[in-house]
């Protein structure tokens, strides 16, 4: 039973804890583009949950809470790294999110797979990056 394998199905969902929910709100549905599943606000815990989904695929959680201690992220702290998307022309991603404001690192190239990516940051300095595929 030891060696028995967890029958997953694939990642459900990525959640991630905002500490200004309208301007973490606004970058995932109007700079990404997800889709708003449901918005709810959970007045005993003063916490809105928001599901977001991409081409009806259900993929973040973006919760707010009072007093959320800041994301330890530079030097690599341990837990979760980034998340990354992936695209198709990298390129003129990175021109869409600068348009958009953002900052975007310089391109590099994995060196195991030979594809191109790039990292830039949400509101609250969470790492993002863009895979092309």
Known sequence: MINQKIPLLGIH???IICSKYAVSKQFYT???GFDIIREVYRKERDSYKLDLS???VYYIE???FPETPPRVSRPEA???RHIAFE???LDETVQILRNKGLICE???IDEFTEKRFTFTSDP???PIEFYER
């Open 13 to 15: 969902h990525v959640a």
């Open 30 to 32: 109007e700079i990404l």
């Open 54 to 56: 991409f081409q009806g």
């Open 62 to 64: 973006l919760f707010s």
């Open 78 to 80: 341990c837990g979760l």
């Open 87 to 89: 695209v198709s022309n």
């Open 106 to 108: 310089d391109i590099r």
């Open 124 to 126: 609250d300095q969470l």
